[in-house]
C-alpha cells in the first residue's frame, strides 16, 4: 500500500512541473507586467525601474526566468507578492486556510446529504418523495452557482438570518471559543450551501442510479433468496457496491469545488483562494499566480490519491489488487 | 425491494409491443425511431420547447425587444418595472397603457424613488377669477404642454380651532402629477398629523404665529392646484418654468395681474405669448396623458437576421415614457431588451464552442487511442496537465493573457476558443477510451486489413459508432459552455460593457444595496437557469432515447 502512494507521489511529479511550466507560459504571454503601473509613473526614475526589473528578473530571458523560479520553489520559497508586499507563501497559506474550511465543509454537506439521499430515493423509487427529490435534483444542478449565492444574499439581507458575506463577525475577537467556532459555522453556511447544491444534487441522482442498478444484480436476488434480512441487503451488499463508482468521482469533485469556490467567493466576499487568484491576476502578480495555480494542483492531485485511497478502503477487490 | 417493485420490473421487462409499434420497429429509420422515442418524453419534449423558444428569441431579440439595449435615460436608474393599467380614467377597460416613471430623491438618505407620473392632455376648468370657462387641450390652440402649480400650506391648529401658519405657502410648478395624488385636481387635500414628535418640534422661536393661538393639538398640510398654465411657443423647459415662477410671483404678490406679468417677461427677453394662465381654475375635466402600448410599434432601426433593415418591433411605447417590463439597470437601460439581446451569446456561445471542442476532442482522442504508442503518450499527459488545474481558474488565467479592450465580438470569439481549450482534454480521454474499444472490433480490423487509408477507418468507421455518446455528451456539457461564459462575464472577465450578458448583467447585482433596492436585476439569473435546466432536461431524455432498449429493439 504504501508502495502505491509513494509510486503515485512520483508519478505525479511530472504533472506538476508541466503545471508550472503551462502556468508559466501563461503568465509571460500575457501583455505587460506587475512593473507597468511604475512604468506609468514619472515620479519613479529610469534607474529605480532597472533596479526593480533586475531584483525581480524581468530583464532575464524567460527560461533562465522560470529555472530560477523552479529552483526557489524547489527550496520551498515561492517568491515575493508584488501587490501585498509579503512574501507569496504566507499569503497562500492564510488564504488557503479559508478555502480549505469551505471545501471541506462542503464535502461534508454535499456528501453528508447527497449520499443518504440517493439511497433513499433509490429504495422508495417512482414514490412522491422521489420523484419530489428528482425534481429538487434537477433544479439543484441546473441553478447557477453564483446565481444561486445572489439569492442567498438576497435571502439573508431581506430576512438578516445569515451574514452577508465575509469570514468573521465583527465582534469575533470578543467572542469565546466556542462562539468563534459557531461564529465561523454561521458564516460558511452561505458559501457551502450555494456551492455544495449542484454537487449535492449530483450525487444523489449518481447515487439512485448506480444502487437501483445493483438491486438488479442477481447477488441481491441471491442474498433475498436465501432469506438474508433486507437491511443487510441493501446495506451490507447493494450499497457497498454502488458507493464504489460515486468513490472514483471524489477527486473530479474536488476539482470542480475548487473552480466554483472562485465565483462564491467572489460574491460572498470570502477570503479564499479564489478571490487571490483573481486579485493575482487583475493585478499581474506574478509568483502569486504561479504559486495558486500551483497550489491548486497540488491540492487535486492529493484529492485524487485521497479518492483512489478511499477506494480501496471501501473495495476490496482495489485493495488486492494494490498490495 | 418492496414487493411492489418487484412486480414493477417485471411488467417493464415483459411488456408487449403492440401490432403498430412492431410495425414501426420494423419499418423506421434509426432516427425515426429515435425521434419516436423522444416524443414519449415529456420532460424532453418540455425542454426541446423551451430551447426553441429561446432560439428563437435570440435570433429576433430586436424585433422582440421594446427598447433599444444599448440606450441609457440618465432619469431611470434601477427604475421598477413599468405598471401595466388595463383600465382608463373611469375604470372601464381599455387597451393597456403605462404612466411615465418620476424619480424623486430622498434629501436625507439620497435615496431614488419612483412614482408614475402624470401629465395632461387636456384641461377645462372655471376661472374663478374671470368667471370664463377656458380649456386647455394639447395640440389646439397652439397649446405645446400643460403645467400646473401647486400650492402647499402648513399650519398648526390649536384646540379651539384657531391657525397659525408656519411659514409662507410653498409652491410647486411641474408638467407632471404623481398618479397616487390626482384627487388634487378635485378638491384641496388635507393631511392632518397630530403624532407628538411633529407637535414637540413646534418651536414659537421659529414660528411666531404660534404664540397667538394655544397649544396646537394638530399640524395640518393643505395642498390644492393653485393656477394652470398652458405652454404655446416651442421653448426650453427652464424657461418655461421660470416664466412661470415670474407670473405666479407678480399675481401672488398683488402687484398687477397677468398682463402687468406680461409686460415684465418682455423686459426680461422671454416671449410674452409663451404661456397663458387659469388664474383660479375650479377643474371640471381632464384627460390624462397615458402611453399605450403599441404593437409593431417604431422606434429605432435594426436588421433582422442582420439583412432586412427594419424600425418597428413587437410592442413598444411612445416616448418619453419607456416600457420597462423588467425594470431599468442601474443606467437606465431596459433590463427585459438587454437579456432578450443577451440571449444571442448564451444560446450561441454552447453551441461554437461544443463544435470546437467536439472537433479538438475527436481528432486527438481519435489519433490518441487509433496509433497508440508515442502519440498517446504524449496527448495524454498533455491532458492530465491540462486537467490538473481546476477548470474555472485556468480558464481566468487564460482570459488574463489576452487584451481585454478588444471590440466585443473579437472578445466573443476568444471565449469562445478558451472555453473549447478547457473542454478538450476531457472529451477526448473518454473518446480515445472509446477508439481503444472499438479498434479491437472484427469491422474495423476488417478494414484496415483491406488497406483503407488511417483517416477513413477513424472517420468512417470508428467516428459513426461514437455518435450516440457525442451528441448525449455534447447536449449535456452545453450548459458547462453557458455557465463558463456567463461566470466570466460576471467576473468581469468575459464580454465588456456595453454588450448584453446574463453573466454581466447579473455583475450589476452583486452590491447588497443594488440588490435589495432593484432585485430584478436577478432576472438574468433566471434565464440562465432555465437555459441550463433546458439544455440538462433535454440531454437526458436523449440518453434515454438514444438507449437501444428505449427504441424497442
Known amino acids: 500500500m504504501l508502495k502505491y502512494v509513494v509510486r503515485r507521489i512520483i508519478l505525479s511529479i511530472p504533472v506538476l512541473l508541466g503545471v508550472s511550466i503551462l502556468a508559466f507560459a501563461i503568465i509571460s504571454a500575457a501583455p505587460g507586467d506587475f512593473l507597468d503601473a511604475y512604468r506609468m509613473n514619472p515620479t519613479i526614475s529610469i534607474n529605480q525601474l532597472r533596479l526593480l526589473e533586475r531584483q525581480f528578473g524581468f530583464d532575464q530571458n524567460v527560461f533562465v526566468q522560470y529555472l530560477k523560479w523552479l529552483g526557489n520553489v524547489l527550496t520551498g520559497n515561492f517568491g515575493y507578492s508584488f501587490s501585498y508586499r509579503i512574501p507569496v507563501f504566507d499569503l497562500v497559506f492564510a488564504r488557503l486556510g479559508a478555502t480549505l474550511l469551505l471545501s471541506i465543509t462542503t464535502l461534508i454537506f454535499s456528501w453528508g446529504i447527497g449520499i443518504p439521499l440517493g439511497i433513499y430515493s433509490a429504495l422508495h423509487q417512482y414514490s412522491l418523495s422521489d420523484q419530489a427529490f428528482a425534481f429538487l435534483a434537477f433544479i439543484g444542478i441546473s441553478i447557477p452557482n453564483f446565481f444561486f449565492a445572489l439569492l442567498w444574499l438576497f435571502m439573508a439581507a431581506k430576512t438578516g438570518w445569515f451574514p452577508i458575506g465575509g469570514l468573521i463577525s465583527q465582534n469575533f475577537n470578543e467572542l469565546s471559543i466556542i462562539g468563534k467556532m459557531g461564529d465561523y459555522l454561521w458564516h460558511v453556511v452561505g458559501p457551502m450551501v450555494t456551492l455544495g447544491t449542484a454537487g449535492l444534487a449530483g450525487l444523489m441522482r449518481q447515487m439512485r442510479g448506480q444502487l437501483l442498478d445493483q438491486l438488479r444484480q442477481d447477488y441481491v436476488l441471491f442474498a433475498r433468496a436465501k432469506g438474508m434480512p433486507e437491511k443487510n441487503v441493501i446495506y451490507k451488499h447493494a450499497v457497498r457496491n454502488a458507493i464504489n463508482p460515486i468513490v472514483t468521482m471524489f477527486g473530479y469533485a474536488l476539482s470542480g469545488l475548487l473552480g466554483g469556490a472562485v465565483l462564491t467567493e467572489t460574491v460572498f466576499g470570502w477570503p479564499g483562494m479564489g478571490r487571490l487568484v483573481i486579485e493575482a491576476l487583475n493585478a499581474q502578480d506574478m509568483f502569486l499566480i504561479m504559486a495558486t495555480l500551483l497550489l491548486s494542483a497540488v491540492l487535486l492531485v492529493i484529492g485524487n490519491l485521497l479518492a483512489d485511497l478511499l477506494l480501496a478502503w471501501v473495495d476490496p477487490r482495489i485493495r488486492y489488487r494494490l498490495s | ?553
Not at chain 2, 432585485?519 to 435546466?533: N, S
Request: no cysteine; charged share 20%.
Open chain 2, 1 to 553: 425491494m418492496k414487493k411492489k417493485d418487484i412486480v414493477d420490473n417485471n411488467t417493464l421487462q415483459s411488456t408487449e409491443i403492440s401490432k403498430e409499434d412492431l410495425f414501426e420497429v420494423k419499418y423506421m429509420s434509426r432516427w425515426q425511431l429515435v425521434w419516436r422515442a423522444l416524443r414519449k418524453h415529456k420532460l424532453g419534449m418540455l425542454s426541446l420547447w423551451i430551447l426553441a423558444i429561446m432560439y428563437l428569441i435570440a435570433i429576433f431579440a430586436d424585433f422582440l425587444s421594446p427598447s433599444n439595449p444599448y440606450e441609457m435615460s440618465h432619469g431611470l436608474s434601477y427604475a421598477p418595472p413599468s405598471k401595466i393599467h388595463w383600465t382608463d380614467d373611469n375604470g372601464k377597460l381599455t387597451s393597456p397603457y403605462i404612466y411615465a416613471w418620476i424619480s424623486e430623491r430622498d434629501p436625507d438618505t439620497y435615496r431614488t424613488t419612483y412614482t408614475e407620473g402624470v401629465s395632461f392632455e387636456s384641461i377645462a376648468a372655471l376661472d374663478r377669477n374671470s368667471g370664463e370657462p377656458v380649456v386647455f387641450r394639447e395640440g389646439e390652440d397652439s397649446v405645446k404642454a400643460i403645467y400646473l402649480t401647486t400650492k402647499s400650506v402648513d399650519f398648526a391648529v390649536d384646540a379651539e380651532g384657531n391657525r397659525a401658519y408656519l411659514g409662507s405657502a410653498e409652491y410647486r410648478t411641474s408638467q407632471v402629477l404623481k398618479l397616487t395624488e390626482l384627487d388634487i385636481l378635485e378638491r384641496t387635500i388635507v393631511n392632518e398629523n397630530s403624532s407628538k414628535n411633529v407637535l414637540d418640534a413646534l418651536s414659537p422661536t421659529r414660528y411666531r404665529e404660534l404664540r397667538n393661538i394655544g397649544t396646537p393639538v394638530k399640524v395640518v398640510t393643505e395642498r390644492s392646484i393653485h393656477r394652470v398654465f398652458a405652454q404655446k411657443e416651442e421653448e426650453v423647459r427652464e424657461v418655461v418654468i421660470e416664466a412661470i415662477g415670474i407670473v405666479n410671483e407678480i399675481i401672488d404678490s398683488g402687484e398687477g395681474d397677468f398682463e402687468v406679468a406680461k409686460e415684465l417677461l418682455k423686459e426680461l427677453e422671454i416671449s410674452p405669448a409663451i404661456i397663458d394662465v387659469i388664474v383660479e381654475p375650479e377643474i371640471s375635466e381632464y384627460a390624462t396623458q397615458k402611453y399605450p402600448i403599441k404593437f409593431f410599434h417604431s422606434s429605432w432601426s435594426y436588421k433582422l437576421l442582420g439583412i432586412i433593415p427594419l424600425d418597428f418591433h413587437l410592442v413598444g411605447t411612445d416616448q418619453p415614457s419607456k416600457l420597462l417590463l423588467f425594470g431599468s439597470d442601474a443606467y437606465g437601460r431596459d433590463v427585459f431588451s438587454r437579456i432578450l439581446h443577451g440571449a444571442r451569446i448564451s444560446m450561441s456561445i454552447g453551441l461554437l464552442a461544443i463544435m470546437i471542442t467536439f472537433s479538438l476532442g475527436l481528432s486527438i482522442g481519435g489519433a490518441a487511442g487509433y496509433f497508440g504508442g508515442i502519440t498517446d503518450e504524449i496527448l495524454m499527459r498533455t491532458t492530465e496537465i491540462l486537467m490538473s488545474i481546476p477548470s474555472l481558474y485556468l480558464l481566468i488565467s487564460l482570459r488574463a493573457v489576452l487584451p481585454t479592450n478588444l471590440p466585443s465580438h473579437i472578445t466573443y470569439l476568444l471565449i469562445v476558443v478558451i472555453l473549447s481549450f478547457i473542454g478538450w482534454p476531457g472529451m477526448s480521454r473518454v473518446i480515445r477510451g472509446m477508439v481503444l474499444g472499438l479498434k479491437e472490433t472484427e469491422f474495423v480490423q476488417a478494414a484496415v486489413v483491406m488497406g483503407y487509408p488511417s483517416a477513413r477507418v477513424i472517420l468512417r468507421h470508428i467516428i459513426p459508432n461514437t455518435a450516440t455518446y457525442i451528441i448525449v455528451s455534447a447536449t449535456l456539457s452545453i450548459p458547462g459552455y453557458i455557465l463558463g461564459e456567463a461566470g466570466l462575464s460576471f467576473l468581469g472577465l468575459g464580454i465588456a460593457e456595453p454588450s448584453p450578458s446574463w453573466g454581466l448583467m447579473l455583475s450589476q447585482a452583486q452590491s447588497i444595496k443594488a440588490m435589495t433596492e432593484a432585485p430584478w436585476l436577478l432576472i438574468p439569473g433566471i434565464f440562465i437557469f432555465i437555459v441550463v435546466m433546458g439544455f440538462n432536461l433535454l440531454g437526458d431524455a436523449l440518453r434515454d432515447a438514444l438507449d437501444p432498449r428505449s427504441l424497442g429493439y
